[in-house]
């Protein structure tokens, strides 16, 4: 393989890769990260879809419960939706301790 055709072939994976990078999750594609938030409910059972997965972006939490104190060393990150809400949890980034 000649350097050219190389070069020519970095191209096409760099343009591939960016277009991967900027590549906004659907509905359906965050919709599977609706399971066990309050709000779920209103993803087809009382409404058509929660009013909050459109602009809803998929990011790394940590679940803690209300009554844990610091520091929150023992959860363990989770990928789920920046709206997610659970009852009696606040959701942290995952490096926060307090």
């Excluded at 591939?16 to 609706?34: F, Q, R, V």
């Excluded at 104190?69 to 990150?77: C, E, F, L, N, S």
């Amino acid at each position: 393989m000649t350097p050219e055709r190389l070069k020519e072939i970095a191209a096409q994976l760099l343009s591939i890769a960016e277009e991967l990078d900027s590549h906004e999750p659907t509905i359906s594609e965050k919709k599977k990260y609706c399971a066990g938030c309050y709000n779920n409910c209103y993803n087809g059972e009382l409404a058509e879809r929660c009013w909050n997965l459109k602009e809803a972006k998929i990011v790394q939490r940590k679940f803690v419960h209300i009554d844990d104190v610091p520091p929150w060393t023992t959860q363990t990150a989770e990928t789920t939706l920046s709206c997610h809400h659970r009852q009696k949890y606040i959701s942290v980034r995952p490096e926060q301790t307090h």
